[in-house]
């Protein structure tokens, strides 16, 4: 299907826990980066927070703190076993590709609606399309002040995680190891609060884990 492609773009979702069974192994993850799957650009592991669904690959307490799950440390594993050479080397198979004109006749599926009609423009549509949306209050690029993780993260065997921090990188995040500190655990234990849906206290650890996943080279 990519042959008429230069570099094919294709970008999953992976993680099942049936019938894997947990904690999950990640045995995909060596095929998906292996030799026959060069066409895969990336992919979304299910998902970052433990909840209702056991997709998790950690825990967030209700005061904040992380705990690595079995399914982090299998995934991690599996990561550190890519060829990160392989991964890259990826190279155009034509330079000299011109895409297909856009036409109904290419969707051969019966089950795809192939009726390329634009319907009509809704009510208000034509000003939105020619003077956007009013009193927009506009983003912007601001470099942070502390690239530091600063809530407690523990790892698989309880042990706490330090010196976390997001890495800024010039080009594209490669898979890293894990080493967990030597001290002993911190006055905030794993044990001092059970596991809790992101709320409006925890959406900040989940913000905040993301953080944790690029430190530890997971994204």
């Known amino acids: 299907m990519f042959q008429d492609s230069a570099i094919p773009v294709f970008f999953s979702e992976y993680g099942c826990n049936l019938p894997a069974g947990q904690p999950r192994p990640f045995n995909e993850v060596q095929a998906l980066y292996g030799t026959n799957m060069t066409a895969l650009s990336g992919g979304l592991v299910y998902e970052y927070s433990e909840e209702t669904d056991d997709y998790g690959l950690v825990d967030i307490s209700s005061n904040g703190t992380i705990n690595l799950r079995q399914d982090y440390a299998n995934l991690q594993g599996q990561y550190n076993k890519l060829d990160i050479n392989l991964l890259e080397s990826t190279k155009a198979a034509s330079s000299t590709t011109n895409p297909p004109a856009c036409s109904s006749n290419l969707i051969g599926n019966s089950t795809f609606n192939s009726n390329f009609s ?46 976390l921090a997001v890495k800024s990188v010039s080009s594209a995040n490669v898979p890293g190891t894990v080493t967990t500190g030597s001290a002993s655990p911190s006055p905030t234990k794993k044990g001092d609060a059970g596991r809790v849906a992101p709320t409006n ?19």
């Open 201 to 219: 206290s925890a959406n900040f650890a989940l913000l905040a884990g993301f953080a944790a996943l690029f430190a530890l080279g997971m994204l």
């Open 118 to 163: 634009i319907p009509a423009t809704p009510p208000g549509g034509a000003d939105l399309i020619a003077n956007g949306v009013g009193n927009v209050t506009a983003g912007q690029i601001v470099t942070p002040s502390s690239l530091s993780v600063t809530f407690a993260v523990y790892g698989v065997n309880g042990q706490p995680i330090s010196g």
